[in-house]
């Protein structure tokens, strides 16, 4: 027995291996002519045969894509197509945008005139949108022959826009005498350059105060004239847009800093005092009779010394006072009824005259002693 190769003249064809056991050939530049049934005989009593199927796969070729112009004014609708041929069996295609997988797409497969490969295209249809700016939109092709390395397009699109304004202010609490400074964020494609500010639909009343420097408006000293609508205008040449924003200047907040509670006074002993201490005692008195809510309004601890000082001066004088009062109302009293005690023990009247003359050396002696 023996096995039978046929050549056919095609030199892409060669025998690789022939022995009683096997026959093999090779096939070089595979061609889709190439598809079809081969037969391997073993010349035996009886014939023996073999038949394999070869398969070719029809490689898609780099896919393009079509449809775009530059640049894209937004809301323009964009139909961006994406097509493949030479594939077999027919190739997937699939849309992406910045790696994110779009569903909604349609699919169309042609078969080529050689009857054997197909044309695959895909079409995307959306509106542009200033988010579409900068995005990547990709086709990729995949197919078994490619062994998972799929082909890919890509572009990248530029879209048009007007501008977006947004004011930002410095201070969320103007008051008068402070600075603010309020930019003018403004997007757009092509950028916008410069800005445009206004205040109440004219022109900047004070422009020494008033300095605008790039997108930014910086006004200094802050007083209540300043009030208003403040409005930033962006243009590029596919339009215009503006926003506004309203400045209210705040008085001056009144920030209280932490004080020495000093104890109250007794205003009425100071009071009951006044026509008869000092100079010093009535200014005393005028300090502890003030409105409770200015002394608190007082700051720095060094008012809440001399007031303290103040005090215990007042309270010591008063205090010497009323010892003094009492010291003078006993001591009189006792003079009193000494001279009276002599005059009461004499039995005649000579003697009492001569017992009110002892009374009044032992009174001038008290008095010497008082003094």
Known sequence: SHF??????????????????????????????DEGQYTCSLFTMPVKTSKAFLTVLGVPEKPQISGFTSP??????????????GSKPAADIRWFKNDKEIKDVKYLKEEDAN???????????????????????????DHESLNSTPQIARQVLEIHYTPSVKIISSSSWPEEGQSIVLTCESKGKPLPEPV???????????????????????ISFL??????????????????????????VHD??????????????????????VALTTSTATSATAFSTRDPNALAGQTGPDHALIGGIVAVVVFVTLCSIILLGRYLARHKGT?????????????DADTAIINAEGSQVNAEEKKEYFI
């Open 4 to 33: 039978i190769f046929t050549h056919c003249g095609d030199n892409r064809i060669e025998l690789v291996r022939a022995s009683w056991h096997e026959l093999s050939i090779s096939v070089s530049d595979v061609s889709l002519s």
């Open 196 to 218: 445009l500010w206004t205040k109440d639909g004219g022109e900047l009343p004070d422009p020494e105060r008033m300095v605008v420097n790039g997108r930014d408006l910086r």
């Open 252 to 273: 001056v907040s009144n920030t209280l800093l932490p004080t020495t509670v000093i104890p109250s006074l007794t205003t009425a002993t100071v009071t009951t005092t």
């Open 223 to 248: 007083n209540k004239t300043d009030n208003g609508t403040y409005r930033c205008e962006a243009t590029n040449p596919i339009g215009q847009n503006s926003t506004e924003y309203v400045l209210i």
């Open 115 to 141: 009857r054997r490969t197909f044309t695959v295209s895909s079409t995307l249809d959306f509106r542009a949108d200033r988010s579409d700016d900068g995005v990547v939109v990709s086709c990729r092709v």
């Open 72 to 85: 894209v004014m937004e809301g323009e609708r964009m139909q961006l197509t994406c097509k493949t041929s």
């Open 335 to 347: 003079y009193l009824t000494n001279e009276a005690k002599g005059a009461e023990d004499a039995p």
